[in-house]
């Protein structure tokens, strides 16, 4: 079945560092790819998506590249900041059957000032 | 822009008691479906809708009934709650049946089984 795995945490950064999450994922056909962020006490909220091979997904200086020959979707940014701490979650949907999405374990970023 | 609404926030549950996790969207979106979140695990599907009078089953749907009467509502109920229901529930929507679409979500409620 589908699976996503991306890198466990937690994760802390010092403002302005460079950002990379890893994920790596398992799925029949061709999917769509995700990430989440889970801000404190709140619900997931759509960061960005790729929906074919070779697409960038994009969206408040993140981006991921959808690379369908290492079967990843790595999410990077250039200078993290303090509200970017949160919990991230990768994500796909394969579209067979349920539609469900498939979500990793998440990882918790924390940025110290 | 309400989006999806989730109620309650919290609530704590005894073993054996039942309740209603309500799910509205204001977006007339398609597809709803539930999940549930847990420490170290991600989240994981419960019971989906593909449109009003139509649901089905998920990854872990033992323990938890819905239904879709209207395309707004999706409703989870505990029959009789257990310990291991102890977890963030979530709901979410979108527009379409099409694996490209985001899901839209809740807030979550909080749900504590003692």
């Known amino acids: 079945g589908d699976s996503v795995t991306q890198m466990e945490g937690p994760v802390t950064l010092s403002e302005e560092a460079f950002l990379t999450i890893n994920c790596t994922y398992t799925a029949t056909g061709y999917p769509s790819l995700f990430w989440y962020v889970q801000y404190p006490g709140e619900g997931l909220q759509l960061l960005l998506k790729a929906t074919k091979a070779d697409d960038k997904g994009s969206n408040k200086g993140f981006e991921a590249t959808y690379r369908k020959e290492t079967t990843s979707f790595h999410l990077e940014k250039g200078s993290v900041q303090v509200s970017d701490s949160a919990v991230y979650f990768c994500a796909l949907s394969s579209g067979a059957g349920s539609y469900q999405l498939t979500f990793g374990k998440g990882t918790k970023l924390s940025v110290i000032p | 822009n309400a989006g999806v609404t989730q109620t309650p926030k919290f609530q704590v549950l005894k073993t054996g008691q039942s309740m209603t996790l309500q799910c509205a969207q204001d977006m007339n979106h398609e597809y709803m479906s539930w999940y549930r979140q847990d420490p170290g695990m991600g989240l994981r599907l419960i019971h989906y809708s593909v449109g009003a009078g139509i649901t089905d089953q998920g990854e872990v749907p033992n323990g938890y009934n819905v239904s879709r009467s209207t395309t707004e509502d999706f409703p989870l109920r505990l029959l009789s709650a257990a310990p291991s229901q102890t977890s963030v529930y979530f709901c979410?929507?979108?527009?379409?049946?099409?694996?490209?679409?985001?899901?839209?979500f809740g807030d979550g409620t909080r749900l504590s089984i003692l």
């Open positions: 979410a929507s979108s527009r379409t049946v099409n694996s490209n679409q985001p899901q839209h």
